[in-house]
Protein backbone atom coordinates (compact mmCIF):
# COMPACT_ATOMS: atom_id res chain seq x y z
CA UNK A 1 0.00 0.00 0.00
CA UNK A 2 0.90 3.76 -0.40
CA UNK A 3 0.38 6.60 2.11
CA UNK A 4 1.12 10.05 1.75
CA UNK A 5 1.33 11.82 4.79
CA UNK A 6 1.09 15.69 5.35
CA UNK A 7 2.86 17.98 7.73
CA UNK A 8 3.72 21.42 8.65
CA UNK A 9 -0.09 23.18 8.69
CA UNK A 10 -1.27 25.94 11.21
CA UNK A 11 -1.98 29.14 11.77
CA UNK A 12 -0.13 32.41 10.71
CA UNK A 13 -0.40 35.63 10.26
CA UNK A 14 -1.02 37.49 7.05
CA UNK A 15 2.00 38.04 5.42
CA UNK A 16 3.74 35.34 6.87
CA UNK A 17 5.46 32.06 6.21
CA UNK A 18 4.87 28.44 6.24
CA UNK A 19 6.65 25.14 4.82
CA UNK A 20 4.49 21.96 3.81
CA UNK A 21 5.96 18.66 3.66
CA UNK A 22 4.26 15.05 2.06
CA UNK A 23 6.45 12.33 2.50
CA UNK A 24 5.08 9.25 0.06
CA UNK A 25 6.04 5.48 1.58
CA UNK A 26 5.26 2.45 1.37
CA UNK A 27 5.01 -0.32 -1.97
CA UNK A 28 6.44 2.61 -4.09
CA UNK A 29 8.97 1.86 -7.58
CA UNK A 30 8.19 5.43 -8.86
CA UNK A 31 6.93 8.61 -8.00
CA UNK A 32 6.35 10.68 -11.15
CA UNK A 33 4.27 13.66 -10.73
CA UNK A 34 3.73 14.72 -7.33
CA UNK A 35 1.38 17.89 -6.43
CA UNK A 36 -0.19 20.31 -4.08
CA UNK A 37 -4.05 20.74 -4.27
CA UNK A 38 -6.43 23.50 -1.56
CA UNK A 39 -9.60 23.17 -0.69
CA UNK A 40 -11.18 26.39 0.76
CA UNK A 41 -14.63 26.64 2.24
CA UNK A 42 -17.56 26.00 0.46
CA UNK A 43 -15.09 26.03 -2.50
CA UNK A 44 -14.45 23.04 -5.29
CA UNK A 45 -10.46 21.84 -4.97
CA UNK A 46 -8.01 23.65 -6.81
CA UNK A 47 -4.63 22.99 -8.16
CA UNK A 48 -1.69 24.92 -6.49
CA UNK A 49 1.11 23.44 -7.64
CA UNK A 50 2.71 20.55 -9.34
CA UNK A 51 6.74 19.33 -9.67
CA UNK A 52 7.01 16.72 -12.29
CA UNK A 53 9.35 13.91 -12.86
CA UNK A 54 10.61 15.99 -15.63
CA UNK A 55 11.63 18.66 -13.15
CA UNK A 56 8.95 21.15 -14.40
CA UNK A 57 6.59 23.20 -12.65
CA UNK A 58 3.05 24.24 -12.59
CA UNK A 59 1.66 27.13 -10.43
CA UNK A 60 -1.86 28.76 -9.75
CA UNK A 61 -1.91 32.38 -10.49
CA UNK A 62 -2.87 33.49 -7.51
CA UNK A 63 0.25 31.73 -5.89
CA UNK A 64 2.85 33.01 -8.52
CA UNK A 65 5.87 34.63 -7.13
CA UNK A 66 5.03 33.59 -3.21
CA UNK A 67 5.12 29.98 -3.21
CA UNK A 68 7.50 27.22 -4.36
CA UNK A 69 7.43 23.64 -4.87
CA UNK A 70 10.23 21.47 -4.38
CA UNK A 71 10.87 17.73 -4.15
CA UNK A 72 13.37 15.47 -3.01
CA UNK A 73 12.80 12.24 -5.34
CA UNK A 74 15.57 10.01 -2.83
CA UNK A 75 12.39 10.57 0.26
CA UNK A 76 9.89 10.40 -2.19
CA UNK A 77 9.06 13.58 -0.43
CA UNK A 78 7.37 17.05 -1.78
CA UNK A 79 7.63 20.64 -0.43
CA UNK A 80 5.34 23.69 -0.58
CA UNK A 81 7.01 26.87 0.81
CA UNK A 82 4.70 29.27 1.40
CA UNK A 83 5.49 32.72 2.05
CA UNK A 84 3.67 36.04 2.47
CA UNK A 85 0.74 34.41 2.96
CA UNK A 86 -2.58 36.07 2.64
CA UNK A 87 -6.14 35.29 4.52
CA UNK A 88 -7.39 33.68 1.06
CA UNK A 89 -4.67 31.34 0.85
CA UNK A 90 -6.73 29.59 4.05
CA UNK A 91 -8.16 26.29 2.99
CA UNK A 92 -7.34 22.61 3.35
CA UNK A 93 -3.83 21.53 1.45
CA UNK A 94 -3.76 18.15 0.19
CA UNK A 95 -0.75 16.45 -1.02
CA UNK A 96 -1.59 14.36 -4.51
CA UNK A 97 0.77 11.74 -6.36
CA UNK A 98 1.48 9.93 -9.36
CA UNK A 99 2.66 6.73 -8.12
CA UNK A 100 3.82 2.92 -9.43
CA UNK A 101 3.39 0.84 -6.83
CA UNK A 102 5.84 -2.23 -6.55
CA UNK A 103 2.44 -4.42 -4.60
CA UNK A 104 0.41 -4.31 -7.98
CA UNK A 105 3.03 -2.78 -10.81
CA UNK A 106 -0.41 -0.56 -11.23
CA UNK A 107 0.45 3.52 -11.42
CA UNK A 108 -2.35 5.11 -10.19
CA UNK A 109 -3.01 8.75 -8.18
CA UNK A 110 -2.67 9.18 -4.45
CA UNK A 111 -3.90 11.62 -1.66
CA UNK A 112 -2.99 12.45 1.85
CA UNK A 113 -5.05 13.44 4.23
CA UNK A 114 -4.94 16.76 4.27
CA UNK A 115 -3.74 19.56 6.17
CA UNK A 116 -5.20 23.17 7.42
CA UNK A 117 -3.82 26.56 6.66
CA UNK A 118 -5.18 29.27 8.51
CA UNK A 119 -3.73 32.82 7.74
CA UNK A 120 -5.51 35.23 9.84
CA UNK A 121 -4.25 37.94 12.79
Known amino acids: QVQLVESGGGLVQPGGSLRLSCAASGSIVTAYGMGWYRQAPGKQRELVAV???????NYANSVKGRFTISRDNAKNTVYLQMNSLKPEDTAVYYC???????????????WGQGTQVTVSS
Open 96 to 110: NADILSSKNWVRNGY
Open 51 to 57: FTSGGST
